[in-house]
């Protein structure tokens, strides 16, 4: 099962949702598609437009793939989760968003080999079909900042004593 999730942007992404409709269609495989307030609602995928957190994750844990816009929030969840992630950004230029700032995080993941970014929708069905490893190396940012700030306050503790 592949799971795609577009998040909550007013603005359509026709591009991501019709690309991932053709791929349900010729490939046969179960499509998951969180679709949220977008009114282009693929017709071989099953759809929702919102869940909860819980939910959410319960699907994604089974996906064997996660394709997602370049919104923080879903590739996070993809990078807790270890799955292959394929991160599409919303361009302005389709009129996907108001400017191309989820440019910045689709090539940060690539560049850190987490995924792989997907600008052309015509590369989508190859890369579903061998997606990328998923990301070994990531380590959640507060981990490593909570337990430097617990060493501190022991460290501080210890020579109270």
Same mark, same amino acid.
């Given at each position: 099962?592949?799971?795609?999730?577009?998040?909550? $942007?007013? $603005?359509?992404?026709?591009?991501?949702?019709?690309?991932?409709?053709?791929? +349900?269609?010729?490939?046969?495989?179960?499509?998951?598609?969180?679709?949220? $307030?977008?009114?282009?609602?693929?017709?071989?995928?099953?759809?929702?437009?919102?869940?909860?957190?819980?939910?959410?994750?319960?699907?994604?844990?089974?996906?064997?793939?996660?394709?997602?816009?370049? %919104?923080?929030?879903?590739?996070? /969840?993809?990078?807790?989760?270890?799955?292959? #992630?394929?991160?599409?950004?919303?361009?302005?230029?389709?009129?996907?968003?108001?400017?191309?700032?989820?440019?910045? #995080?689709? +090539?940060?993941?690539?560049?850190?080999?987490? %995924?792989? $970014?997907?600008?052309?929708?015509? /590369?989508?069905?190859?890369?579903?079909?061998?997606?990328?490893?998923?990301?070994?190396?990531?380590?959640?940012?507060?981990?490593?900042?909570?337990?430097?700030?617990?060493?501190?306050?022991?460290?501080?503790?210890?020579?109270?004593?």
């Amino acid at each position: 099962m592949i799971y795609v999730t577009i998040g909550t $942007m007013y $603005m359509p992404f026709t591009r991501l949702l019709s690309a991932v409709d053709e791929i +349900a269609r010729d490939s046969g495989e179960e499509i998951v598609v969180q679709t949220g $307030m977008d009114r282009d609602i693929p017709k071989h995928c099953t759809c929702f437009d919102f869940k909860s957190r819980d939910e959410i994750l319960e699907i994604q844990s089974r996906a064997r793939l996660v394709i997602c816009h370049a %919104g923080i929030g879903s590739v996070i /969840d993809a990078l807790k989760a270890g799955k292959p #992630l394929v991160v599409a950004p919303r361009l302005a230029r389709y009129r996907e968003h108001t400017n191309d700032h989820q440019m910045d #995080l689709a +090539a940060a993941v690539e560049r850190r080999r987490w %995924g792989r $970014m997907a600008l052309d929708m015509a /590369d989508l069905p190859a890369l579903c079909a061998k997606p990328p490893e998923a990301p070994a190396s990531y380590k959640p940012a507060k981990e490593p900042l909570i337990a430097a700030v617990r060493d501190f306050l022991d460290g501080v503790r210890a020579k109270s004593r």
